[in-house]
C-alpha cells in the first residue's frame, strides 16, 4: 500500500503542483494542515455519466475544495475551512444540500445540518430548517450561540432570526431534478435509493496548523421522507464528529445505518482508543510484508484507513452503505466507502490537490470496501 501510495502521490503532485505563491507560502518545517470534502456517495457508474455531467461535478468540487484549503493555507482554523467549503455545495443545485436537496413525500425541502470542533467537542446541529439558505451557519450559530446542541424545524428557524442567519423562500431549495425524482418514486412505488441513485449530501474535515480538527455535514435527506423523519447527517457521532485526540469525520449514505453503527464516533473512538495504546503491529506483517519497516505515521495513516473500513464494513453488514472522509491529528484526509463511487477532493499543505468521482479514480488512500 504504501508504496502505490507514495507513486499515486507523486503522479498526483505532477498534475496539481502548488502555485509558487503556495510553495513560498510552505516551508519544509510548516505546520501541516489538510482537508478532505464530499458531495454524497452511491451507485455511479462513469458510463451513464456524461462528461458534461462530470466535468460539472468535478468543478462543483474544486470549488468547494478550494474555498476551504485557501482558508488553512492562509493559516484560518479548521472550523472556519469546514464551513467555507460546505458553503458552495449548499449553494450548488447539484448536491442534495440547501438549493438542490432531495424533496419531501409532501413536496418540501426539509434540511439537516450539523457542525463539531476537535478542540472542546462543541457542536451544533439542525433538522427540518426550511428557509435557511445555508444550514451549515446555522448549525455553527447554535454551537456557539445557544446553550444547545440540537434544534429542530420552527424553533430552530426562530433561533436563526435572532442571529440574523440568511434565509430563502422554500421555492429557493426546489430544483426540477429532485421534484422529478419524488414524482418518479411515487408513480413507480420505488424507494429513495431507487431514484436517487446517490446520497449526495455534503461534507467536509479539516486539519488546520495549529491542529485543531473539525467536521460539517449537510443534507436534505433521503427522497420521500416523511414524518418527520431524521437522517444522520445532523445526528452528532453518527454524520459528523471530531476530536483533536482522534479524528474528524462526515458521512454520507443510507442514514438508518450510519445512526445505528454511530460511524464518526465509532471510528474517532476506535482510533483514539488505539493511538493511546501506541501504533503496536497488530499482527499486520503476516498479511503486509515490510509493515515492521514503516514509521509512526505510516502506521497512523493505515491504522486510521484500516479503522475506517471496518466500521463501513459493519454498516455493510446491516445492510447499509454509503461512505465516510477523514481526517487525522497527522494530516492524512482519507476516504472509505463501499459504494461504487463518491463524489470526493483532499487537499494538504504537501500540495496534494485532487477530486475524483469513482472508485479507483485516486488509488492511494482512498478505500472501497465493497467486499467486506
Ligand atoms: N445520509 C443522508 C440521510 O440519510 C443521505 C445522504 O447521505 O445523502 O439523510
Redesign the pocket.
Known sequence: MKKAMLAALAALFALTAPSAAEEAAMPADQPKWSIAIHG??GTLDPDRMTPERRAAYEAALQEALDAGAKVLASGGSAMEAVKAAIIPMENSPLF?AGKGA?FTWEGRNEL?ASIMDGRDRSAGAVTGVTTIKNPILLADAVRTESEHVFLMGEGAEQFAATQGIETAPPEYFATEARREALERMKAEALSALDV?T????VGAVALDMEGNLAAGTS????TG?RWG?????PVIGA?TYADNRSCAVS??????Y?IRVGVAQEICTRLRISSVEGKPDRGWSVHYPGVENWTTDDYAEFDAQMTADAVMAEVKQLGGD?GVILVTPEGHALFSFNTTGMYRGRADSSGMREVAIFGGDVEAGASNTPDH
Request: net charge negative; charged share 25%; no cysteine.
Open positions: 454524497g456517495a442534495n432531495v439537516d436517487d446517490k446520497f449526495g449530501t443534507t436534505g435527506g433521503m421522507k423523519r431524521i437522517g444522520d447527517a454524520g458521512a454520507t449514505g443510507w442514514g438508518e450510519f454509503g
